[in-house]
């Protein structure tokens, strides 16, 4: 089961309505993606107008969760699909809720930069911060490609680069409670800044979450909760 699987109904008009709403997905990824790209320039830049510009777009995720959402409703109580058709649907409507709650984490994130852009001890630790996000936005960039091409080896490697992320922080979180007992006085804005680092794990997460749907739609195995070794044999029982 891949992408060229979509579209083999008698029906032309159920085609398209499953064509159309797995497009609609990727226009929302597309729009979460600038969202955390922007949330993190912002951070970097110390740029509240771009910050204000994340916060403000959210309802634009919202929007398009909801009009989703509402589109796969109508297919299943107008096609009863079953089957493959039936797994489509259901990825689309998880998918569309981890990207609204990746948005979230956007925004929260925005939120913080607003509240911490002058703040000079909180800046040394941007850098982690970038480096985390770099891997952050590979990684939902590499779920909603697999998403798109319904590629179960890309999304296991995807959802393999999790680890990495996890990684990185734990590493932030080491380095942070290290300064926060050795200064009290570095305790609030320090707990902003692992707290941006935890929005980010958690965006990892929810891109795993994608990798692990298009797992589910192509093979019709549910993966959630597996072992590193599972996935990766996964991957390799693909060809």
């Not at 909180?122 to 936005?137: D, N, Q, T, Y």
């Not at 990495?164 to 006085?185: A, V």
């Amino acid at each position: 089961m891949n992408k060229s699987d979509i579209g083999k109904h008698i029906s032309q008009q159920f085609n398209t309505e499953l064509e159309d709403v797995r497009n609609r997905v990727l226009t929302m990824g597309g729009l979460v993606e600038k969202q955390l790209t922007d949330a993190i320039k912002a951070l970097m830049e110390r740029d509240k107008g771009l910050s204000e510009t994340v916060i403000q777009n959210d309802y634009k995720v919202n929007e398009m969760e909801v009009s989703i959402d509402e589109e796969c409703t109508q297919i299943i109580a107008r096609r009863q699909p079953a089957a493959s058709d039936l797994r489509l649907v259901m990825a689309v409507i998880k998918t569309i809720t981890d990207l609204e709650r990746i948005g979230d984490e956007a925004e929260r994130f925005a939120k913080m930069t607003m509240q911490h852009s002058n703040e000079q001890a909180a800046s040394r630790h941007f850098g982690s911060i970038e480096a985390m996000g770099g891997l952050v936005r590979q990684m939902l960039h590499g779920a909603l490609d697999a998403f798109a091409r319904m590629d179960v080896d890309a999304a296991s490697k995807t959802w393999l680069a999790d680890k990495k992320i996890d990684k990185q922080y734990e590493s932030i979180t080491r380095e942070l409670i290290t300064y926060m007992m050795e200064d009290p006085r570095s305790i609030p804005w320090a707990l902003d800044v692992l707290w941006a680092a935890r929005a980010l794990e958690r965006i990892g997460d929810r891109s795993a979450n994608i990798c692990e749907y298009v797992i589910y739609f192509v093979k019709g195995k549910d993966v959630r909760h597996t072992t590193s070794e599972q996935m990766k044999l996964e991957a390799s029982e693909n060809n």
